[in-house]
């Protein structure tokens, strides 16, 4: 039995391409000899992150991934979220849409509504389909702070674009959709604080994809391991309006990481010229998991 690795991971948001970030948790899970001591979610990472920790609490390493399974299996039931449940009838189901030409006229129109219409717009049809998935997780389990790998959850402050993270007895249903909360797609989620302040949140991804200053604790490990689903580099320039607005969308979801790196590598450099003393700061060492293609 190798001798036990204790990690943090930090799992970063993209909408359905966080089914890579379950694949590669099943993986680390199946590891007897990893130990994971806190984990920083946002988005699509929020949802794997409550479904591990609810999973865990429930039944260590196997509920984990029974219930990372179960989420994901949710997930793939959904309809396409760009468009209110009523209307799914006149759009391809998800799987069609997949296998059908990129710009084929249904493809675009259901794109088109989800950058045209506001979410506002559909008044009493409005729906979070995520809604149900998420109020599925038992939250007495997610916000377990004596059992399993302490949580960290990521939203964006509507008001003044700051980033907010909620931990412990903060965890709620409202928390993760908010996290998840593309501004394109879904209703800004109200959140109400223990002050009775209630306060609106868009997407983590925009200030925190994912959020790394929780994990410097000097309770949890060094290591963190980054589960990154957008890619940092394209090879090519993007020339369809689809590539380029995806391509934007990666640019901006990777540019709050990003700054959260430059600053560790300027607090690293002063370290190791002296100006600051070892050990007085927590730095951590970064491993990249990444999804490629």
Not at 125 to 145: E, H, K, M, Q, S
Not at 159 to 173: I, M, Y
Request: glycine share 10%; charged share 20%.
């Amino acid at each position: 039995m190798p001798e036990t690795v204790r990690i943090n991971l930090a799992l970063q948001g993209g909408g359905a391409h966080g089914a890579f970030t379950w694949g590669a948790l099943d993986r680390l899970l199946a590891e007897d000899w990893i130990e994971i001591g806190g984990i920083s979610g946002t988005s699509a990472g929020a949802l794997n992150a409550a479904a591990l920790k609810s999973g865990w609490v429930a039944g260590g390493r196997e509920g984990a991934r029974l219930a990372l399974t179960e989420l994901w299996g949710k997930v793939s039931g959904l309809g396409d979220m760009r468009i209110p449940a009523w209307m799914e009838g006149f759009v391809p189901a998800p799987l069609i849409a997949a296998r059908a030409l990129e710009m084929s006229p249904m493809f675009v129109m259901a794109d088109t509504m989800s950058r045209v219409m506001s979410p506002y717009a559909y008044g009493p049809f409005y729906r979070n389909p995520l809604d149900d998935i998420v109020r599925g997780f038992d939250f007495g389990r997610v916000c377990d702070t004596n059992h399993g790998p302490e949580l960290f959850i990521c939203a964006t402050r509507v008001r003044d674009g700051k980033v907010q993270v909620f931990s412990g007895e903060t965890l709620s249903p409202q928390v993760i959709l908010a996290s998840a909360c593309l501004p394109t797609l879904f209703q800004a989620v109200d959140i109400t604080d223990a002050d009775g302040t209630t306060e609106a949140y868009w997407d983590g991804g925009y200030t925190g994809n994912p959020a790394l200053f929780p994990l410097f604790d000097q309770r949890l490990p060094d290591d963190i391991v980054i589960i990154n689903i957008n890619p940092l580099e394209r090879d090519t320039v993007p020339k369809s309006a689809q590539d380029i607005q995806n391509r934007i969308n990666e640019i901006s979801f990777n540019s709050s990481l990003l700054r959260e790196l430059r600053a560790i590598d300027f607090v690293q450099r002063l370290i190791s010229q002296g100006k600051v003393q070892e050990g007085s700061m927590k730095i951590p060492v970064f491993i990249w998991w990444r999804m490629t293609g």
